[in-house]
């Protein structure tokens, strides 16, 4: 966490008291904990947008990868004159 040994914590209390005084530092203390939760709650929120940002843009390389070899199938089998192709043997044995 924040690596601080009871000692410290104990002079940060005492400082606290000593500056806000007893009667405010039970409320400096829950405005304390909201920081750190809102704090905590913008990181997860942060990291989980990276993480989402980040599996769109593999989605987009893989989408494009997909594109490319459709064109190169599209490529291989295009059929120059499809009238040919409906007249060839393969075709009307397919078509029977």
């Given at each position: 966490?924040?690596?601080i040994g009871f000692?410290?914590l104990l002079v940060?209390?005492v400082l606290a008291?000593?500056?806000?005084?007893?009667?405010?530092?039970?409320?400096?203390?829950?405005?304390?904990?909201?920081?750190?939760?809102?704090?905590?709650?913008?990181?997860?929120?942060?990291?989980?947008?990276?993480?989402?940002?980040?599996?769109?843009?593999?989605?987009?390389?893989?989408?494009?990868?997909?594109?490319?070899?459709?064109?190169?199938?599209?490529?291989?089998?295009?059929?120059?004159?499809?009238?040919?192709?409906?007249?060839?043997?393969?075709?009307?044995?397919?078509?029977?």
């Amino acid at each position: 966490m924040l690596d601080i040994g009871f000692s410290e914590l104990l002079v940060v209390i005492v400082l606290a008291v000593l500056v806000l005084g007893p009667d405010k530092l039970p409320e400096a203390m829950k405005d304390f904990a909201r920081l750190i939760k809102k704090m905590k709650k913008m990181w997860s929120d942060a990291t989980a947008d990276i993480t989402r940002e980040l599996e769109m843009e593999e989605m987009k390389d893989e989408v494009a990868k997909y594109k490319e070899e459709i064109k190169k199938l599209q490529n291989e089998t295009k059929i120059d004159n499809p009238v040919d192709a409906l007249n060839s043997r393969d075709m009307k044995d397919l078509l029977k």
